[in-house]
Every structure is written in C-alpha cells, then in structure tokens.
C-alpha cells in the first residue's frame, strides 16, 4: 500500500521519536516498572493523545492507517507506550467523541486530545473477559445521576488516568458511562505483577457506589454494548500495530546481533540456516504488516469487512510477534536469554498481544462466524 504523503510525514515523526525518546531507554524502563512522568508532556506535544480526535476538538483528525502507522512506530520504540496511546487516543477517546452529550464532550473531549485528561477504558470483569457480555457491575439510576457498584480487572493504566470509560448492567441493558478517576468510590487495588509490559500498571478498580452525573452515560440508553464492539475493532488493530512495531524491533536487533556475533570463524549471519531464519522473521513482519493496514484502510472506508479484517490482523500479527520474538532469541542463542540483551523483553510483551482487545480465539470465533454466515 502507497502512503500519502501526510501519513509518511507522521510515519516519520512517530519514528524519530521513538528512536530517539523511547527506544533507548525501554530496557531501564522495564527494569523500574514505570515510565518517565515527563512522557505524558512529550506524547502530547507531539498531538498523540488525539491522533484519532478531529481538528474541532484540538486532534490530530488522522485515519486508520496513519493512526497504525504511529503505534506501530511507537511500538518499535517502547511497547508499553504504544498500548497506552491505544486505550486512550484509540479505543477510549473516539467513543466519548461519538457518543458523549455535547456538555460533556465539550468539557472532556479537547483535554483528552490535548493529554491533559487520559482516559482508561474498564470492560473485563473477573468472572466477564472473553464473555464480557456477562459483566456484574451495575449502574443504578439516583436523583443526581448513576451509582456505580462492582469491580473491574486488568485496567490499564487505571491509576494514572484522570477518567476510565466503565461498562456497567443498567435497568435499560449494558451501558458506557464515563468516571472521574477521582470521584468517591473509585478505588484502584494492587498493582497486577506481569509477564511483561512491566512499564504500565494494571491494576484492578473497584466502584463502591462511585455517582456520576446523569449525562455521564454514553449513547443511547443501552448501548453500551455496540459501543464497547466498535471500540474493540479499533483497539483489535491497535494490537495488530503494536505487534507489528515490536517484531521489526525484534527482526532489527537479531540482524544485528547476526552479523556482530562471530563463531566457527565468521559471523553467524553468514550461515544459511541463520540467514533462513532472519528471512522467515522478515516475511512474518511484513505480513503482518501489510494485513494491518489493509485492515486500516478498510476501518477508513468504512467496509463492512473491516472488523473481520481488524480480527484477522490483530491474530495474525500477534502470533507473527510471538514467533518473531522467540526466533530472535534463539538467533541471539544464551544471551538471548538474559535480560541484558532486548529480545526478551519483546518476547514477553508479544505474548499479551495475543490476550487483550479479545483473545486471539475469540478472533477466529468472529472470523469463523462470518465465513459461516452465523450471527
Ligand atoms: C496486558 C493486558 C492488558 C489489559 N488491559 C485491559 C484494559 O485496559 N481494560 C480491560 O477492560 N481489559 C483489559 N485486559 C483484559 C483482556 O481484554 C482480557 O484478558 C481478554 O479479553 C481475555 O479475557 P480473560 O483473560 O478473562 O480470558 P477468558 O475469557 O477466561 O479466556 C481464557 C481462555 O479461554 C479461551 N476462550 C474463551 N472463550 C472461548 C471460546 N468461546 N472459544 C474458544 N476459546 C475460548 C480464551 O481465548 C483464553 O485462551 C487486559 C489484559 C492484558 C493481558
């Protein structure tokens, strides 16, 4: 696919940034278990908390492809980054823009693009992650608006944001409604302790009785359910950049490592069952790459296909990274397996690619509902 000349301007800034802001300091980042608190300065002067915001509420105003082309790139430098700027600028941000009352669009939506309000988005559920459909929290209307009660798992990013759009069981059905991170009741639990994406806090939020006023709900009564749909095709092809962006980042650091790394008297580079291996990790990325942006443009376009598309590059990329990630660990040979070298650590991020936005399984479960004509 050609780009514009736009997308390649972003492409590139996306790119420059995070060589020069995000990738060296990643390893230092995953070790500490946190990002910079300056970040959230750097990413907003850049516009990214609202890549995908129109131009009337402070965004970028920027499509689906150009939208993957920056988290992919982001990815590329710090993995942890690109998923925040996917919960928020993503999957977050364009439902408040689609479905908020003007009252609270006007007063939510140019903060969130201009980052000084992030936003977390609160679907699973203990007992509800796959079958989300199953979810407990209940919004019960008050004169002043809606109580909230129930407990949310896996937030990202749920202690840092200053609102998280929560889905909750109303008398009209499953809805979307949007919390002040500091209203009572919002109460953030332990941090989750994880494989990887160590730089962002996972945490568990418990709503004891949290009120929020009554034009808080997002959408028309009962929903919340299509809301949450739409914004988890958004989020799927997110994952499906990300994936992509830590795979090249995986494919660039086994390259180089090929050609530095000398045994038998020469660089393992020139050996044919290595130089084999490098190209099946090339192709993988590029695969995955060029299904992403298919998907992209078909998001853009509006194509009825484009959430089957969103499901196929999503499954696709993140198997392709978690392949990508242990072959350059297995180019890299021992010390590949050692935390001072960065294979590892995108080994262990490309794992959770395959696991949120939807498990990879309930991808091929919609993907084979379609092929089947089932509902
Ligand atoms: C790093 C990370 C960040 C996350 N961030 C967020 C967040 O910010 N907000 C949020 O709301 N959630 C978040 N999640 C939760 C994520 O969306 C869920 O983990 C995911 O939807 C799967 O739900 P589950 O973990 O409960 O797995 P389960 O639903 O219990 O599934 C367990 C296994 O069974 C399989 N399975 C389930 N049903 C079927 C079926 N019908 N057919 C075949 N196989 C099936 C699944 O694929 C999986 O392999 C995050 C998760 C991770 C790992």
Same mark, same amino acid.
């Given at each position: 696919?050609?780009?514009?000349?736009?997308?390649?301007?972003?492409?590139?800034?996306?790119?420059? #940034?995070?060589? @020069?802001?995000?990738?060296?300091?990643?390893?230092?980042?995953?070790?500490?278990?946190?990002?910079?608190?300056?970040?959230? =300065?750097?990413?907003?002067?850049?516009?990214?908390?609202?890549?995908?915001?129109?131009?009337?509420?402070?965004?970028?105003?920027?499509?689906?492809?150009?939208?993957?082309?920056?988290?992919?790139?982001?990815?590329? @430098?710090? $993995?942890?980054?690109? &998923?925040?700027?996917?919960?928020?600028?993503?999957?977050?941000?364009?439902?408040?823009?689609? !479905?908020?009352? *003007?009252?609270?669009?006007? =007063?939510?939506?140019?903060?969130?693009?201009?980052?000084?309000?992030?936003? %977390?988005?609160?679907?699973?559920?203990?007992?509800?992650?796959?079958?989300?459909?199953?979810? $407990? $929290?209940?919004?019960?209307?008050?004169?002043?608006?809606?109580?909230?009660?129930?407990?949310?798992?896996?937030?990202?990013? @749920?202690?840092?944001?200053?609102?998280?759009?929560?889905?909750?069981?109303?008398?009209?059905?499953?809805?979307?409604?949007?919390?002040?991170?500091?209203?009572?009741?919002?109460?953030?639990?332990?941090?989750?302790?994880?494989?990887?994406?160590?730089?962002?806090?996972?945490?568990?939020?418990?709503?004891? @009785?949290?009120? +929020?006023?009554?034009?808080?709900?997002?959408? *028309?009564?009962?929903?919340?359910?299509?809301?949450?749909?739409?914004?988890?095709?958004?989020?799927?092809?997110?994952?499906?950049?990300?994936?992509?962006?830590?795979?090249?980042?995986?494919?660039?650091?086994?390259?180089?490592?090929?050609?530095? =790394?000398?045994?038998?008297?020469?660089?393992?580079?020139? #050996?044919?069952?290595?130089?084999?291996?490098?190209?099946?990790? %090339?192709?993988? +990325?590029?695969?995955?790459?060029?299904?992403?942006?298919?998907?992209?443009?078909?998001?853009?376009?509006?194509?009825?296909?484009?959430? $089957?598309?969103?499901?196929?590059?999503?499954?696709?990329?993140?198997?392709?990274?978690? !392949?990508?990630?242990?072959?350059?660990?297995?180019?890299?040979?021992?010390?590949?397996?050692? =935390?001072?070298?960065?294979?590892?650590? &995108?080994?262990?991020?490309?794992?959770?690619?395959?696991?949120?936005?939807?498990?990879?399984?309930?991808?091929?479960?919609?993907?084979?509902?379609?092929?089947?004509?089932?509902?």
């Amino acid at each position: 696919m050609l780009l514009t000349l736009e997308q390649r301007q972003v492409q590139e800034l996306a790119r420059e #940034f995070a060589e @020069g802001e995000l990738r060296p300091h990643a390893a230092r980042w995953d070790r500490e278990g946190a990002l910079p608190p300056a970040l959230r =300065r750097q990413l907003a002067d850049l516009g990214f908390w609202g890549l995908a915001l129109g131009e009337d509420v402070d965004g970028l105003g920027l499509d689906a492809v150009t939208v993957a082309l920056v988290l992919e790139e982001l990815a590329r @430098g710090e $993995t942890g980054v690109a &998923l925040w700027v996917n919960i928020h600028a993503w999957v977050a941000a364009p439902l408040l823009a689609e !479905a908020a009352p *003007a009252p609270v669009r006007d =007063r939510w939506l140019p903060a969130a693009a201009r980052g000084e309000t992030v936003l %977390a988005f609160a679907l699973t559920e203990p007992d509800a992650g796959s079958d989300a459909r199953a979810l $407990t $929290t209940t919004a019960d209307p008050v004169e002043a608006g809606w109580r909230l009660r129930g407990r949310k798992t896996w937030v990202t990013q @749920g202690a840092q944001a200053d609102a998280a759009v929560v889905f909750a069981r109303s008398p009209d059905g499953i809805d979307a409604f949007l919390v002040p991170t500091n209203a009572p009741g919002y109460r953030v639990g332990e941090r989750e302790r994880t494989l990887g994406h160590r730089t962002l806090e996972i945490v568990t939020v418990d709503l004891e @009785g949290v009120t +929020v006023p009554g034009d808080h709900r997002l959408g *028309a009564p009962g929903a919340g359910w299509a809301l949450a749909k739409q914004a988890l095709i958004r989020g799927r092809l997110g994952a499906a950049a990300i994936a992509t962006g830590l795979a090249q980042a995986a494919l660039e650091h086994a390259v180089r490592y090929a050609t530095e =790394r000398t045994q038998f008297g020469r660089p393992i580079a020139e #050996f044919e069952g290595m130089q084999f291996k490098l190209a099946d990790m %090339a192709i993988r +990325v590029e695969a995955s790459r060029a299904l992403t942006r298919r998907a992209a443009a078909a998001l853009t376009a509006a194509d009825p296909a484009a959430p $089957t598309l969103a499901s196929m590059a999503k499954t696709f990329a993140s198997e392709a990274a978690m !392949a990508v990630t242990t072959e350059a660990i297995q180019v890299f040979g021992g010390y590949g397996y050692m =935390r001072d070298y960065p294979v590892e650590r &995108l080994f262990r991020d490309a794992k959770a690619t395959e696991i949120y936005e939807g498990a990879n399984d309930i991808q091929r479960v919609l993907i084979a509902r379609v092929l089947t004509h089932q509902p």
